[in-house]
């Protein structure tokens, strides 16, 4: 597998999304890895809403199995929803669970009026009916469950992407 | 012997009392409750966590404050509530406290928040669950007796560490009726588990316990040398009706030596908070002026209280019956 250089893929990322961003467009970032490229993306795109910050946590649906995810940080919505245009970042695209569950909380905030997802890479697996609307990779062949792809970033906010066996 | 609160993991199983956990617990339990605070301000102030899940609260003794917030936690976890009020209950026919459990057990009850006048009753509860194997069944004991009132403790420390950041270099003063609070008893271990360096009883001798310095603080028998630089002021209300005798003269006597006034607050340090845990009982432990001062932060305590039991009873729901 080639290596993936993260810094390219979010320049990428932010080509695609750029021609259908407004000022107003609303980044909502998903804790952790999702949150530093909404960091970058919203700074690149410069929007000018406030950027969001969303932790699942709570609405995971594996919580009657696995119970509540250990140290869950804050959801932070600081625009208002109600007929937002709201596009939730995450580094990576997998089963989709985290997206719907991001879905079901950004709902709770108010009525958006359309949502998209942009992800760094797309790594196949999927277990539901959702898919990115902004991808800078879709991996050619579907990474085997036994191999993670972790986003890093060091203090200065540059990415790193890295293949872990799990 | 295994903690009766743990499960073989070492994760939480029952809430019985703060005596027994482990730091990295108490501060686990702090930690999730920090998000949950957030919920207030959405349009939907509800999350899924406990969807599904039924939660008694059995009121074996008065509350409106510990009750309505149980009620309020348990809800914006879309967990269904039922309340069980004790004088209208088949206990008041003779129905025995495990008869009492079992019963609801039948009607697939996942979680009991007991309040008992009885010391130990929840632990009681949390046994027979498990002699009888239904380990998946947790209980949260909402003040049992004297013993402890394990959800206001943690409350309280969430407070704290809200206004002042951190524990590690804290002067914390608990004053008043500390023989009959449970409350008292379960501050005092939080802060010993959680580190805080000086922890002061201020109290007259009647209403302290023998050998209350064991538990690991500072006695004061006089409440201006015991406020003298302290951070925090945990007041406790004064227990009429669990005293039996005379242990003090009048309320009015009481509030002229012990009683918390601007002049007595004065001593303590100029950002120090002032804390109860309620129901208040003003001019008898605390004044007025003080009870709706600045530096007063007891209705935010009632506040961090709904997210501090959403943060336990989501923690215990998230435990399927560990021991098996």
Request: proline fraction near 6%.
């Amino acid at each position: 597998m080639q290596t993936l250089d993260a810094e390219a893929l979010c320049q990428a990322l932010v080509e695609q999304m750029r021609p259908h961003v407004t000022p107003t467009t609303a980044l909502l970032g998903i804790h952790t890895g999702g949150l530093w490229l909404a960091r970058r993306l919203h700074q690149a795109l410069g929007l000018t809403q406030p950027l969001g910050a969303i932790d699942v946590s709570f609405y995971r649906d594996d919580f009657g199995s696995k119970g509540l995810h250990p140290q869950p940080q804050r959801t932070d919505v600081p625009f208002v929803v109600e007929g937002a245009d709201v596009i939730i970042v995450d580094d990576v695209l997998y089963t989709g669970r985290t997206t719907r569950a991001a879905i079901n909380e950004l709902f709770d905030y108010g009525r958006p009026a359309r949502v998209d997802l942009a992800v760094l890479v797309d790594r196949g697996g999927r277990e539901l009916p959702i898919a990115a609307r902004y991808c800078a990779l879709t991996l050619p062949e579907p990474l085997p469950a036994s191999q993670n792809l972790q986003l890093e970033c060091d203090p200065s906010g540059a990415l790193t992407l890295r293949l872990i066996d799990a | 012997m295994r903690n009766p609160q743990l499960n073989k993991h070492g994760e939480l199983q029952h809430l019985l009392t703060i005596d027994g956990l482990p730091r990295e617990i108490l501060t686990a339990i702090l930690d999730t409750a920090a998000p949950f605070t957030e919920v207030a301000e959405r349009e939907v102030k509800k999350l899924p966590l406990l969807r599904g899940k039924s939660i008694f609260n059995l009121f074996f003794e008065n509350s409106t404050r510990t009750r309505t917030t149980f009620e309020i936690a348990a809800k914006r976890l879309s967990a269904d509530v039922v309340n069980l009020n004790v004088s209208t209950s088949s206990t008041a026919k003779g129905e025995s406290l495990l008869d009492t459990v079992d019963n609801l057990c039948a009607m697939q009850a996942d979680m009991f928040v007991v309040r008992h006048a009885a010391s130990g009753a929840p632990f009681l509860i949390a046994r027979h669950l498990e002699t009888t194997g239904r380990d998946h069944i947790h209980v949260v004991n909402a003040g049992d007796g004297r013993h402890a009132h394990p959800t206001q403790g943690l409350l309280d420390m969430y407070t704290i560490r809200h206004y002042k950041r951190d524990f590690a270099n804290l002067t914390v003063a608990i004053v008043g009726d500390v023989l009959h609070s449970r409350v008292a008893r379960s501050q005092i271990g939080a802060l010993t588990t959680l580190g805080v360096p000086d922890i002061r009883v201020i109290g007259p001798r009647t209403l302290l316990p023998t050998d209350v310095e064991k538990l690991g603080v500072r006695v004061f028998h006089d409440i201006r040398e015991g406020l003298r630089d302290v951070d925090v002021v945990m007041m406790l209300r004064l227990q009429n009706e669990r005293m039996n005798g005379a242990l003090l003269p009048t309320p009015q006597e009481f509030f002229k030596v012990w009683g918390l006034t601007a002049e007595k607050l004065a001593l303590a340090k100029p950002d120090a908070i002032v804390m109860h845990p309620g129901p208040m009982n003003r001019g008898v432990e605390i004044d007025s002026a003080v009870a709706d001062g600045a530096q007063a932060v007891i209705l935010p305590q009632v506040t961090f209280g709904i997210a501090v039991r959403m943060a336990v009873m989501s923690m215990l729901a998230g435990q399927q019956g560990g021991n098996k």
